[in-house]
C-alpha cells in the first residue's frame, strides 16, 4: 500500500472557518479540503435541506417530457417504464412507476432479461410495446445511446423518453425528450446524479406542474438514495441531499420492500455503507441470478406480508450469487497463474460457462489479488460478454474505446463498463487492451493507494470531535469518510491477531505520555502482527464500537508500517 497525503489545505481558510465553527482545526482543515470555506457552506453541508435541490425545469428537454408524459394521461395512452436491471435501474423503474401509477392505471413496467437481451434497450423490448400496444416509453438509467431501437420504436409509432446519466456518444436517440446532464448543451447545474436521480427529477417535475410541493415525494427517497449508494456517484451537492434524506425515510418510514430486507438482518439504524453492503447487493442478485423483475416487484409491493415473502426468495439469490462468485473467482485466479499473466499490465479472462450474473463482482474481486484495470468475459449467444472494472485514476472506458476496433458495443463509466465482442476478436482485443493501458497508465496506479486526509494527535479524539465528524455523512466518493494519520504509536503490550483464521490484528494503542488507551481493529492486518513490536505509524478510521452494553470510540486501521 503507498499512503498518499492530500495536499494541505489554505491555512487563512481554516483558521477563519475554525474561529466562525468553533471547531477543532482538524475538522476545518477536512472541510476546507472538500471545498467548503465559509460559514454559509458549512451550514449548507451540515444541515442538507430540500430547497436546495435545483429546479428540475433547468435540465434539457424536462418540459417536453413532461408535457408528454401529461399528454399520454389525458389520451389514456398505454405507458411502459422502462429501466435496466441494476439497483439503479430497478430503483428507478420502481420510482417512477410508483408516482405514475398513484395517478394513472395504465402504466406497466418492463426490466430486460440480462442473458436474452443484455444491457439497455433491446429490439425485443420494443417488440413486447409493439405488441402491447404501449404508445409511450419511459426508459431509465439507460437508451442515451440506444438510437436504433428508438428509431424502430419511432417507426411503429411509438414515443420515448430517455432518463439516462451515462456518457452520451456523438450522436443521441431522437427520442421525443432526453433528459441526461451530462450532454453538452444541458445546462443543468449539476452533473452527478445516478440514473434513478435523473428519473427522481422527473417526478419532481410532474409534481410541480401539477402544483406539488417537494415534501410531497419524501416518501419516494429512499429508492433514491439506494441508487445513490449503489452507483457510487460522488456524494455531492444533489446526490448528498437526496442520499441525506433517503436514508432518513429507510431508517424511519421505508416502502415494504425495503423494510422486509431490513427485517431479515435486524439492524435498527443504517448508514449509507450499510445500503452499499446489505441492501444493494441483495436487490442487484435479482437481476444478476433470475431477473430484474424480482427487485420491482419487491420494491412496489403495497402489502407487508408479500414483500416478506418476496424478500426471502432474493436473500436466497444473494447465497446464490455469493457462492457463484466465490467459484469462478477462483477459476480465474487458477487461469492467471496458468497462462503466466500475473506481471502483465491488465487482467483479462474469459471462460465460456462464467455466469454473467456476477462477472462484474469477480472483476472486483481480482482486482483485490492483481491491483490492475481487469475485464471478464463469458459466452452470451453468439458473442462474448465482459464486465470491466478499474482502479483508482484510471479511465477504463477510454482504454475500452481505443479498442474500439474489435468491440460490438460497450458503454459505461469511467471505473466500471460492459462490453460485447465477437469470439473470434477476443485474443486480439486482450493484447490490443493490455497494449493500450501498459502505454497509458502511471505505475503508482498499479499499487493500491491509501489517501489519507489529514495528520491527527490521538488526544484530539473526543466525543465532540466524533459527534461533528458524524455530521460530515452520509460518505462516499468526493466526501470519503476521512482517513487520519499517527506517527510513532505503540501497542501496550495487549495486542493480539483475532478470528477463526488470526487474519485480524486487535490492539490498544498508546501515544506519547498520553495516559489513555486507544482500541483500535485492522482488519486482514494479522500478518502484520511482528510490526508492533517497535513504534508504529497508522491510517484509519474513526467509528464507534459497541461491546457488553459499552460504546466506544474504535481505531479502524486501514494499515499499519514500521516508524522511521
Given at each position: 500500500m503507498r499512503w498518499t497525503l492530500k495536499p494541505e489545505p489554505n491555512e487563512e481558510e481554516v483558521e477563519k472557518l475554525t474561529k466562525e465553527l468553533g471547531i477543532d482545526k482538524v475538522l476545518s482543515r477536512l472541510l476546507v479540503q472538500r471545498g467548503i470555506k465559509t460559514f454559509d457552506e458549512a451550514k449548507e453541508f451540515f444541515r442538507p435541506s430540500l430547497d436546495n435541490l435545483h429546479d428540475p425545469f433547468l435540465m434539457k428537454?424536462?418540459?417536453?417530457?413532461?408535457?408528454?408524459?401529461?399528454?399520454?394521461?389525458?389520451?389514456?395512452?398505454?405507458?411502459?417504464?422502462?429501466?435496466?436491471?441494476?439497483?439503479?435501474?430497478?430503483?428507478?423503474?420502481?420510482?417512477?412507476?410508483?408516482?405514475?401509477?398513484?395517478?394513472?392505471?395504465?402504466?406497466?413496467?418492463?426490466?430486460?432479461?440480462?442473458?436474452?437481451?443484455?444491457?439497455?434497450?433491446?429490439?425485443?423490448?420494443?417488440?413486447?410495446?409493439?405488441?402491447?400496444?404501449?404508445?409511450?416509453?419511459?426508459?431509465?438509467?439507460?437508451?442515451?445511446?440506444?438510437?436504433?431501437?428508438?428509431?424502430?420504436?419511432?417507426e411503429n409509432n411509438i414515443d420515448f423518453i430517455i432518463c439516462d446519466h451515462h456518457k452520451p456518444g456523438q450522436e443521441v436517440p431522437e427520442a421525443v425528450a432526453v433528459l441526461n446532464p451530462k450532454q453538452i448543451d444541458c445546462m443543468y447545474p449539476y452533473k452527478e446524479l445516478c440514473g434513478c436521480g435523473v428519473g427522481f427529477k422527473l417526478i419532481e417535475a410532474l409534481e410541480y406542474r401539477n402544483n406539488g410541493v417537494i415534501e410531497n415525494l419524501i416518501p419516494y427517497l429512499d429508492l433514491v438514495a439506494i441508487a445513490v449508494a449503489a452507483d457510487?456517484?460522488?456524494?455531492?451537492?444533489?446526490?448528498?441531499?437526496?442520499?441525506?434524506?433517503?436514508?432518513?425515510?429507510?431508517?424511519?418510514?421505508?416502502?415494504?420492500?425495503?423494510?422486509?430486507?431490513?427485517?431479515?438482518?435486524?439492524?435498527?439504524?443504517?448508514?449509507?455503507?450499510?445500503?452499499?453492503?446489505?441492501?444493494?447487493?441483495?436487490?442487484?442478485?435479482?437481476?444478476?441470478?433470475?431477473?430484474?423483475?424480482?427487485?420491482?416487484?419487491?420494491?412496489?409491493?403495497?402489502?407487508?406480508?408479500?414483500?416478506?415473502?418476496?424478500?426471502?426468495?432474493?436473500?436466497?439469490?444473494?447465497?446464490?450469487?455469493?457462492?457463484?462468485?466465490?467459484?469462478?473467482?477462483?477459476?480465474?485466479?487458477?487461469?492467471?497463474?496458468?497462462?503466466?499473466?500475473?506481471?502483465?499490465?491488465?487482467?483479462v479472462v474469459y471462460e465460456e460457462d462464467w455466469h454473467k450474473g456476477v462477472i462484474g463482482i469477480v472483476a472486483s474481486r481480482l482486482i483485490e489479488t492483481y491491483y490492475r484495470p481487469t475485464i471478464v468475459f463469458t459466452r452470451s449467444g453468439d458473442k462474448l460478454a465482459a464486465s470491466a472494472r478499474s482502479v483508482k485514476g484510471f479511465d477504463v472506458y477510454n482504454a475500452i474505446e481505443a479498442?474500439?476496433?474489435?468491440?460490438?458495443?460497450?458503454?459505461?463509466?469511467?471505473?466500471?463498463?460492459?462490453?460485447?465482442?465477437?469470439?473470434?476478436?477476443?485474443?486480439?482485443?486482450?493484447?490490443?487492451?493490455?497494449?493500450?493501458?501498459?502505454?497509458?497508465?502511471?505505475?503508482?496506479?498499479?499499487?493500491?493507494?491509501?489517501?489519507?486526509?489529514?495528520?491527527?494527535?490521538?488526544?484530539?479524539?473526543?466525543?465532540?470531535?466524533?459527534?461533528?465528524?458524524?455530521?460530515?455523512?452520509?460518505?462516499?466518493?468526493?466526501?470519503?469518510?476521512?482517513?487520519?494519520?499517527?506517527?510513532?504509536?505503540?501497542?501496550?503490550?495487549?495486542?493480539?491477531?483475532?478470528?477463526?483464521?488470526?487474519?485480524?490484528?486487535?490492539?490498544?494503542?498508546?501515544?506519547?505520555?498520553?495516559?489513555?488507551?486507544?482500541g483500535a481493529i485492522g482488519f486482514s492486518l494479522g500478518k502484520k502482527m511482528k510490526l508492533i513490536e517497535n513504534s508504529f505509524d497508522i491510517a484509519y478510521c474513526l467509528d464507534e464500537n459497541t461491546w457488553n452494553g459499552t460504546t466506544s470510540i474504535q481505531l479502524v486501521l486501514k494499515d499499519l508500517k514500521q516508524s522511521i
Amino acid at each position: 500500500m503507498r499512503w498518499t497525503l492530500k495536499p494541505e489545505p489554505n491555512e487563512e481558510e481554516v483558521e477563519k472557518l475554525t474561529k466562525e465553527l468553533g471547531i477543532d482545526k482538524v475538522l476545518s482543515r477536512l472541510l476546507v479540503q472538500r471545498g467548503i470555506k465559509t460559514f454559509d457552506e458549512a451550514k449548507e453541508f451540515f444541515r442538507p435541506s430540500l430547497d436546495n435541490l435545483h429546479d428540475p425545469f433547468l435540465m434539457k428537454d424536462m418540459n417536453l417530457a413532461v408535457e408528454r408524459i401529461e399528454k399520454a394521461i389525458e389520451l389514456k395512452e398505454r405507458i411502459l417504464i422502462y429501466g435496466d436491471y441494476d439497483v439503479d435501474g430497478t430503483t428507478a423503474v420502481s420510482l417512477l412507476y410508483s408516482y405514475i401509477k398513484d395517478r394513472y392505471s395504465d402504466v406497466t413496467t418492463y426490466i430486460p432479461d440480462r442473458y436474452k437481451e443484455g444491457y439497455g434497450i433491446s429490439f425485443l423490448g420494443v417488440d413486447f410495446a409493439i405488441k402491447n400496444n404501449f404508445q409511450l416509453i419511459i426508459a431509465l438509467d439507460c437508451g442515451i445511446k440506444a438510437i436504433d431501437k428508438v428509431t424502430y420504436a419511432k417507426e411503429n409509432n411509438i414515443d420515448f423518453i430517455i432518463c439516462d446519466h451515462h456518457k452520451p456518444g456523438q450522436e443521441v436517440p431522437e427520442a421525443v425528450a432526453v433528459l441526461n446532464p451530462k450532454q453538452i448543451d444541458c445546462m443543468y447545474p449539476y452533473k452527478e446524479l445516478c440514473g434513478c436521480g435523473v428519473g427522481f427529477k422527473l417526478i419532481e417535475a410532474l409534481e410541480y406542474r401539477n402544483n406539488g410541493v417537494i415534501e410531497n415525494l419524501i416518501p419516494y427517497l429512499d429508492l433514491v438514495a439506494i441508487a445513490v449508494a449503489a452507483d457510487i456517484v460522488p456524494i455531492t451537492g444533489e446526490n448528498r441531499v437526496l442520499a441525506y434524506f433517503g436514508l432518513q425515510v429507510i431508517n424511519t418510514a421505508p416502502r415494504n420492500g425495503i423494510k422486509a430486507i431490513i427485517h431479515q438482518f435486524g439492524k435498527k439504524e443504517l448508514t449509507i455503507t450499510d445500503v452499499v453492503f446489505i441492501i444493494a447487493p441483495r436487490i442487484n442478485a435479482a437481476g444478476r441470478i433470475k431477473h430484474g423483475n424480482f427487485a420491482v416487484s419487491l420494491l412496489t409491493e403495497l402489502d407487508y406480508q408479500i414483500a416478506l415473502v418476496e424478500a426471502s426468495n432474493i436473500e436466497k439469490f444473494n447465497t446464490d450469487r455469493k457462492e457463484l462468485d466465490a467459484a469462478i473467482t477462483q477459476e480465474a485466479l487458477i487461469q492467471i497463474v496458468n497462462n503466466k499473466e500475473e506481471d502483465k499490465f491488465t487482467t483479462v479472462v474469459y471462460e465460456e460457462d462464467w455466469h454473467k450474473g456476477v462477472i462484474g463482482i469477480v472483476a472486483s474481486r481480482l482486482i483485490e489479488t492483481y491491483y490492475r484495470p481487469t475485464i471478464v468475459f463469458t459466452r452470451s449467444g453468439d458473442k462474448l460478454a465482459a464486465s470491466a472494472r478499474s482502479v483508482k485514476g484510471f479511465d477504463v472506458y477510454n482504454a475500452i474505446e481505443a479498442c474500439s476496433e474489435y468491440l460490438v458495443q460497450f458503454g459505461g463509466h469511467k471505473y466500471a463498463a460492459g462490453l460485447t465482442i465477437l469470439p473470434e476478436q477476443y485474443e486480439n482485443f486482450k493484447n490490443k487492451f493490455e497494449q493500450v493501458v501498459s502505454e497509458s497508465i502511471h505505475k503508482n496506479l498499479l499499487v493500491p493507494e491509501i489517501g489519507i486526509d489529514v495528520e491527527l494527535d490521538l488526544c484530539s479524539i473526543t466525543p465532540k470531535f466524533y459527534r461533528i465528524l458524524q455530521q460530515m455523512a452520509p460518505f462516499g466518493p468526493q466526501n470519503l469518510k476521512p482517513v487520519f494519520y499517527s506517527s510513532c504509536v505503540r501497542d501496550n503490550g495487549y495486542g493480539k491477531q483475532v478470528g477463526g483464521d488470526k487474519s485480524h490484528l486487535k490492539l490498544n494503542i498508546i501515544y506519547g505520555a498520553d495516559n489513555r488507551t486507544y482500541g483500535a481493529i485492522g482488519f486482514s492486518l494479522g500478518k502484520k502482527m511482528k510490526l508492533i513490536e517497535n513504534s508504529f505509524d497508522i491510517a484509519y478510521c474513526l467509528d464507534e464500537n459497541t461491546w457488553n452494553g459499552t460504546t466506544s470510540i474504535q481505531l479502524v486501521l486501514k494499515d499499519l508500517k514500521q516508524s522511521i
